[in-house]
């Protein structure tokens, strides 16, 4: 699993980063409900985090390509810790809204992180190096909400977000002593204010890139549908708790361990990166069409199997293929643009889940996801270039 030593502590704080995102993930749809406000004031206390990750991404990509990856990782888990405290002591929904305003400015742990193992990993082995992501989002998704399930339950809505804010601080004590700053060839020239965004632009007119970022767009956006409303869904539709749902995104956690750690490398090898990303979203589509089926725990355990694998490999694919075709002194910046464009759904994401579940039907968060699934699907096929290629042929409109 670690070929490649560099990767042992980044892997590491990536795992606790993500264990303290999720402790609260499945809780902050019962945070707005405490305070008694809407479904469609649920999104946009959602959305808020990932207005603020989007603007922020580019800058936090760009600066770690000029000044390292390690300066700029320490100074977004500050930014989480203060933001879970902040949740963690929420009197009112204004408390609750600057706290994900704060997290979401400094939000570029995995940006970096991702920066960080393109740096350290060759480009024959960047699939299996971008799949320890994914085993730490898998990790982090199997104990992060179950911790924060069963705290809930044991302490109070607060506590979780008290070990959300322990875990980013452990995160940032162990890069701080312990992260190495990869030796990679940075940008000599560096960008300011606007210009990071004009650099941005100027990414997109990588014919291949453009067209992986639209697929990735497409992936993106139903998967932020379904994380940040599947709590209110299923507490809608389900009548799950903040335990049943902690223990249900356990579950999918579990799954993308075994999906992430143990079967992308050998697929990988076997049908290809594009092949396998065209496995993924059809996979993802049909998950997200099953959940407005489910009406029990068995049948949406069967849903998850399938959404699991969907979203498990297209993620690492994508990952891959964004790194492979960002010229070498601007993986950070590029990947920043992508994390961006994650942060964008995830803006979409939620006011679009508020909506549907508040003046629609909450199963057209199924039907609308899988639908957008579908589209990345489609766009996979207009890709034809060997990925191997990828890496040289860099074709500009």
């Known amino acids: 699993m670690f070929k490649n030593k560099a990767l042992i502590p980044i892997f590491i704080v990536v795992l606790v980063d993500l264990l303290g995102f999720s402790i609260i ?44 990856r390690r300066p700029v990782l320490i100074y977004s888990q500050f930014g989480s810790m203060v933001g879970f405290l902040l949740l963690a002591v929420a009197g009112n929904v204004w408390i609750i809204i600057l706290s994900r305003f704060i997290d979401g400015a400094s939000g570029g742990n995995i ?44 302490w109070g809505i607060s506590a979780p977000a008290y070990a959300a804010a322990l875990l980013a601080c452990t995160s940032m004590t162990l890069s701080f002593f312990y992260l190495k700053e990869p030796q990679v060839h940075r940008s000599s020239v560096g960008k300011k204010g606007i210009g990071y965004y004009t650099q941005a632009l100027e990414y997109l007119k990588i014919k291949n890139l453009r067209t992986i970022l639209l697929i990735f767009f497409f992936f993106a956006l139903p998967f932020s549908l379904y994380v940040s409303m599947f709590s209110l869904y299923a507490h809608i539709e389900l009548s799950f708790t903040e335990r049943e749902v902690g223990r249900f995104l356990a579950y999918v956690g579990f799954l993308g361990i075994i999906w992430q750690g143990g079967v992308i490398r050998p697929l990988v090898k076997k049908i290809g990166e594009l092949s396998l990303l065209r496995y993924g979203l059809a996979a993802m589509a049909i998950g997200l069409f099953g959940l407005v089926l489910a009406e029990n725990w068995q049948q949406l355990a069967l849903v998850a199997l399938i959404f699991s694998f969907g979203t498990g490999v297209t993620r690492v694919v994508i990952s891959s293929l964004v790194s492979q075709m960002a010229p070498p002194d601007k993986k950070g910046g590029v990947i920043g643009v992508s994390a961006s464009i994650e942060s964008f759904t995830r803006i979409v994401g939620p006011l679009l889940g508020g909506v549907i579940i508040g003046t629609i039907h909450p199963n057209y968060i199924g039907y609308i996801g899988g639908i957008l699934a579908a589209v990345g699907f489609w766009l996979a096929f207009t890709v034809h270039r060997d990925s191997k290629k990828m890496e040289t042929e860099m074709v500009v409109d």
Do not use: N, W
């Open 25 to 68: 993930l499945p809780l902050l749809p019962f945070y707005a409900l405490q305070f008694h406000i809407s479904p469609e004031m649920i999104g946009v206390i959602a959305a808020v985090y990932s207005v603020c990750q989007f603007a922020a991404s580019p800058v936090l990509g760009s600066l770690s390509d000029k000044y390292g």
């Open 111 to 154: 940006t970096i992180a991702s920066a960080y193992v393109a740096d350290v990993s060759e480009p024959k082995d960047r699939a299996s190096a971008m799949a320890l992501i994914g085993v730490a989002f898998g990790l982090g998704f199997l104990f992060g909400p179950l911790i924060g399930g069963e705290l809930s339950a044991a």
